[in-house]
């Protein structure tokens, strides 16, 4: 037997006091004459005999009610086989780990694991009651967790816990729960806790986690029967552009994490908070289907997207957030020098709205107009040398794309010079006269090539009997991209990634003579498809798992400060304005995305719409969603988690929070029996005792 308070025991020395009372009865003798003596003095024996029985046994009663008394505050316990390193009153640490994830949402018995594991720790704290050092770690990472407190604190904090956003691989929360207890005392033991589902996608892995030999580890799962989740996996358009007041495309592929087949689940399409369309698919276990939905824009720029369904219980995925840039301007830049007589880019790129389109001599342009500029074609120019050639290398190192149709007697050293600052190696040069008998067949586009993905619908080049026929004037080798090839394999337009831009090559000039390729039905879909890659297209939606993200910001001043405000959406009120760490380079604009501890009480990161600021004016709007991971409902068992940790003797695996009193078998296991309440008992019956004989047994 163990004492968890041993200096009550002082408190025996109490016992002496009734014993002097006992050995030591000062009352004053009183004499009584009567006539027959003889029998006096019997009665006098037999009484005196009785009464020194009744004040032993009454003696013993108070001894024994205090020293059980002692004992009840010195709370013994029989320890367990095998006890806990730092039991409750060690130096070392009691730190606990409330998986607080999203998936924690998920019910069983009515209700939520969260919930569930909050009561079982606060049952657990009863066993710690007296001890100092106490952690409470949850997925916020906050400030809070980094200091070791009492018991009634950890509880009012258990009061105020909420589901994050922030999911944690549980070597992370050993390492933070570990450099806590090595600041407090390096050399004590500790026990730690985890209470979670123990979810596959976002628990990391599991063989990283080597425990201290001075540690214990308990391993709770908090389970239920087998649930099942449907998610939102990804969006995206079946064309590169929106247009305003025409029919859209957009695909959505819809994830079912679970062992049952998903039927008719109504999926529905809201464009600025109106229900635009909707679908029904019908999901096999552990695969997707994807949903198509048509829809149409009244006007350009953004308009706030989300698909919508009903799925129960886990819910915070059911809603997926996107933002759609409908009909963003590309601004094209032609410099020619022999023009086509035709005048074919003009008029691919002049009567849609959707580029702004300038034209201008390669021998009399600004060159400071082409920081403005998505896209540039060259046309027909013979010397490319000089301030010229430096300002379209600066264009293509800052992200811009370029696009050249050579002239029919190109400078082979010039051209070559600025290519190879590409990768575009061994530039040659065929100088011969167009001539029908040399021009060469160009092959049909591979569909395969993730280029033409969605330039041509799958019917388009069925029924193409004849290809177009272009001469070539160069020929080169290098890196890159082969957009479309002559039928003996020499390239024709070639695409190469150069520092932060891209470059186009032709081998032929535009002109009628050298070929058809500019009236073909190829020309226009490749033109177009060269377009709407010079502009990044801003992505859909983001995740908050991403940590950062990069938004393009014409024209970004360096000392500039962008601020993320949130806009309400139905079910949602949450006002949160916020200043990200930011950084600017050139176009280019870094936020990093806050994490939970880095917010303030009445701050929450939620899933749907957020307004990029600056200066108070909305310079784009952003959707941010949670990670899909935590919607893959795939849980570790105990009998997987205990494979894990097989060769650490001080990880100790839980079958179930739920399985029998968790809390009383942990106590039984590795703290002890606990001895006071018996003790208190004990106490009080022979104070009992102590007051039957003083008043029943005469004498």
């Not at 003798?29 to 024996?45: C, D, I, Q, R, Y």
């Not at 949402?105 to 079982?120: H, M, P, S, V």
């Not at 004590?188 to 580890?217: E, H, P, R, V």
């Not at 760490?581 to 501890?597: A, C, D, F």
Request: glycine fraction near 4%.
């Amino acid at each position: 037997m163990q004492f968890i308070f041993p200096s009550f025991l002082w408190g025996l020395l109490a016992i002496s006091i009734p014993i002097i009372i006992h050995l030591f009865n000062f009352r004053r003798t009183k004499k009584v004459f009567f006539t027959n003596v003889a029998f006096l003095k019997v009665v006098e024996s037999e009484t005196s005999s009785f009464r020194r029985l009744k004040q032993w046994l009454i003696l013993a009663a108070r001894v024994l009610f205090l020293v059980f008394l002692a004992l009840a505050f010195a709370q013994p316990f029989l320890p367990a086989k095998n006890a806990a390193a730092n039991s409750s009153t060690g130096l070392g640490v009691t730190s606990l780990y409330l998986d607080n994830s999203l998936s924690m949402q998920n019910t069983t018995e009515n209700k939520r694991y969260l919930d569930l594991a909050i009561t079982k720790i606060d049952e657990l704290l009863t066993l710690f009651s007296q001890s100092p050092n106490v952690q409470l770690v949850t997925n916020d990472f906050s400030g809070d967790d980094q200091t070791v407190t009492n018991t009634t604190k950890i509880k009012d904090r258990l009061t105020s816990v909420g589901l994050s956003p922030n999911p944690r691989t549980l070597e992370n929360v050993y390492k933070r729960q570990r450099s806590l207890a090595q600041k407090h005392n390096a050399s004590a033991g500790n026990q730690f806790f985890w209470f979670s589902d123990f979810q596959k996608s976002t628990a990391g892995n599991l063989k990283n986690i080597k425990t201290d030999s001075l540690d214990k580890l308990f391993l709770v799962p908090v389970r239920g029967k087998a649930s099942q989740n449907v998610f939102v996996d990804s969006v995206w358009l079946a064309s590169p552009f929106i247009r305003e007041m025409q029919n859209n495309v957009l695909f959505v592929k819809v994830f079912n994490s679970g062992d049952n087949e998903v039927e008719k689940l109504p999926v529905k399409l809201f464009i600025d908070d109106t229900q635009a369309s909707t679908a029904s698919v019908d999901i096999a276990p552990n695969s997707s289907a994807t949903a198509t939905f048509n829809f149409t824009v009244k006007s350009k720029g953004f308009h706030k997207g989300r698909v919508s369904f009903d799925d129960q219980p886990v819910t915070f995925d059911n809603d997926y957030y996107f933002v759609l840039d409908a009909s963003p301007v590309i601004q094209v830049l032609h410099l020619y020098e022999q023009r086509s007589a035709a005048d074919y880019i003009e008029k691919v790129f002049e009567n849609d709205s959707l580029f702004s389109y300038r034209a201008y001599s390669a021998n009399n342009v600004d060159v400071g107009q082409f920081k403005n500029a998505n896209l540039i074609v060259v046309e027909g120019v013979e010397h490319i040398n000089g301030s010229f050639r430096a300002s379209l290398e600066e264009f293509v190192r800052r992200g811009g794309s370029l696009m050249i149709f050579p002239p029919a007697n190109p400078d082979a050293e010039e051209y070559g010079q600025l290519l190879s600052g590409f990768g575009i190696n061994s530039i040659t040069v065929v100088r011969q006269p167009p001539l029908p008998q040399s021009q060469l067949p160009v092959a049909e586009p591979d569909r395969r090539n993730p280029f033409f993905a969605d330039v041509f619908e799958r019917t388009t080049l069925q029924g193409v009997t004849n290809s177009p026929v272009m001469q070539p004037v160069l020929r080169w080798s290098g890196i890159g991209e082969k957009i479309l090839t002559f039928k003996n394999q020499q390239n024709f337009i070639t695409a190469t990634n150069a520092a932060s831009g891209r470059v186009y090559l032709s081998a032929s000039p535009l002109e009628r003579n050298y070929g058809n390729f500019a009236e073909h039905a190829f020309f226009v879909p490749t033109m177009f498809k060269i377009a709407s890659m010079s502009v990044r297209r801003e992505r859909a939606a983001y995740n908050f798992s991403e940590g950062s993200i990069t938004i393009d910001v014409p024209d970004g001043k360096k000392n500039a400060t962008y601020k993320l405000k949130s806009i309400a959406t139905e079910g949602r009120t949450n006002n949160m304005e916020i200043i990200p760490v930011q950084r600017i380079n050139g176009n280019e604009l870094t936020l990093e995305l806050p994490k939970s501890s880095q917010l303030t009480d009445n701050q929450l990161l939620e899933s749907g719409y957020y307004e990029l600021q600056l200066d108070g004016k909305t310079e784009k709007m952003l959707a941010l969603n949670h990670d899909n991971e935590e919607s893959k409902m795939e849980f570790y068992t105990p009998e997987e988690l205990k494979n894990f940790f097989a060769g650490q003797k001080n990880v100790t695996v839980f079958d179930n929070l739920l399985d029998g009193d968790f809390v009383k078998t942990f106590r039984e296991n590795n703290v002890g029996t606990p001895l006071w309440k018996y003790c208190i008992m004990l106490a009080l019956a022979f104070l009992m005792a102590e007051i039957l004989l003083i008043r029943f047994m005469k004498g």
